[in-house]
Nanobody, 129 residues
């Protein structure tokens, strides 16, 4: 079983940037895609971004495309979400998660949290206007 720990959240003004990190322990993360999700108060947890195990493929929710960048370093067993041009609507708890298969399926699969089998505890991101 892999354990995931997110860090890097905090309070930032609109237009600012934050870098979230996800560190894995227990098992290597390098064999699996890694996703980021977020959950705002009173809302469902939603897909943000995913990266394939080789970093060859990345996919983003439309709401963050062009502002967020997902990356990974398999040697360090980490994944990173760089967030730029933050807006108040980006306020949420952000979670990283391990996909349940080495290969990404289509949009139907990697955007759905049910296809991820290990989750971190989350890190709070608050964007003030």
């Amino acid at each position: 079983q892999v354990q995931l720990v997110e860090s890097g959240g905090g309070l930032v003004q609109a237009g600012g940037s934050l870098t979230l990190s996800c560190v894995a322990s227990g098992r290597t993360l390098s064999y699996y895609p890694v996703g980021w999700f977020r959950q705002a108060p009173g809302k469902e947890r939603e897909f943000v971004a995913v990266i394939s195990r080789t970093s060859r493929s990345t996919y983003y929710a439309d709401s963050v495309k062009g502002r967020f960048t997902i990356s990974r370093d398999n040697a360090k067993n980490t994944a990173v979400l760089q967030m730029n041009s933050l807006a108040p609507e980006d306020t949420a708890v952000y979670y990283c998660a391990k996909y349940n298969s080495p290969a990404l399926g289509g949009t139907t699969y990697y955007t759905e949290r049910h296809f991820y089998d290990s989750w971190g505890q989350g890190t709070q991101v608050t964007v003030s206007s």
